[in-house]
């Protein structure tokens, strides 16, 4: 079965509570870095914060291609997403709830997630987010590609 890539990244002003988040999905990696680029997608989120609008991101991302692959490989740079499975039993356990039993901010969420990862097929494999361009691999550069039009949009919003 062939896999689908998945990069997602977002920018937010944590100011205003306003980010960008941008997904690419490439299922054909013989095209140009030209070709592929013109395919990335941005969306703006309100009242947010950067862990999450990342988690925004994948699940929008997520949600528009699910029909497309069963196989989804997603390259990420967040720290909350990498590690929310091996939190799965915890949070579950714990109903979403502090140990002052008070709801997670992003329990909707994080459920949302685990719904969705429950029905697709996706490893998720972290990539650095800020690297020379000297010493990027080619998955680097596409994750570049979702980089740079996040952090483009909001920039371009601000001004």
């Known amino acids: 079965m062939k896999s689908l890539l998945l990069f997602t990244d977002g920018s ?3 100011k205003v509570k306003t980010g960008y988040g941008a997904y690419l999905a490439v299922n054909d990696l013989s095209l140009s870095i030209d070709q592929i680029g013109s395919s990335v997608k941005l969306k703006r989120f309100e009242n947010t914060s950067s862990t999450k ?3 925004q991101t994948l699940l ?3 949600n528009e291609i699910k029909s497309m ?3 989804i490989i997603v390259y990420t740079d967040s720290q909350n997403i990498l590690g929310l499975q091996k939190r799965r039993t915890r949070l579950e356990g714990n109903d979403y709830r502090t140990k002052q039993n ?3 901010k992003n329990h909707e969420l994080y459920k949302e997630f685990f719904k ?3 029905q697709l097929d996706c490893e998720f ?3 650095d987010g800020h690297m020379p361009t000297r010493n990027k691999s080619d998955i680097d550069k596409l994750f ?3 980089d740079k039009a996040s952090r483009n949009a909001l920039r371009n919003h601000n001004t």
Do not use: M, Q
């Open 60 to 62: 929008w991302a997520l």
């Open 144 to 146: 570049s590609l979702v």
């Open 125 to 127: 494999i972290k990539v």
């Open 116 to 118: 969705l990862i429950d």
């Open 69 to 71: 692959e069963n196989n």
């Open 102 to 104: 008070k709801l997670l």
């Open 53 to 55: 609008l990342e988690l």
């Open 12 to 14: 937010v002003n944590t």
